[in-house]
């Protein structure tokens, strides 16, 4: 017997692998928003996007000893979502910034500019071993048309 599973609109993603340098985030930036324009997102929602994958591959780049790393963006029906998978497990901390500070604020100011921020731990499966690693996400909802819309 074969299970009917209901479609919820039109689901689509674009996932890459990258290592992450600071010198190329601005090429990820570029790459998530030609992906949204393709989809005819917003232009805030394109600019809410760039600004996330700016702050979570910079955050790859300080934080982890690898800098491996996966970014997807996600739609569905007419919300968007951008996920960053990295190594490690150590957890982001949202704090409430210290605006003299010169940083310590770029995940603050995303998670109150997305409709949806969050973070867990996940599984890594590699060819010969399982690990501990992370995923920090942040969605934007309504930017772009309905399924079918014209």
Known sequence: MTAHVPTVGVQQDVRW???VSPQEIERWRAAIADALADWRASREAV???????SELLANV?????SRRCG?????VGADVVVQVFDES???PVVRTPDWCSEDGRGLWLL???ADGFGYMPIPLVTDTSY???KVVWF??????????AA
């Open 131 to 133: 690990r501990l690693g």
């Open 89 to 91: 497990k150590q957890l």
């Open 71 to 75: 970014l997807r963006v996600m739609r």
């Open 111 to 113: 998670r109150e500019m």
């Open 139 to 148: 969605s934007c909802w309504g930017a772009l048309p309905e399924a079918g």
């Open 61 to 65: 780049a300080k934080h982890t000893a």
């Open 47 to 53: 600019e809410l996007a760039r600004l996330g994958v």
């Open 17 to 19: 692998l990258l290592t």
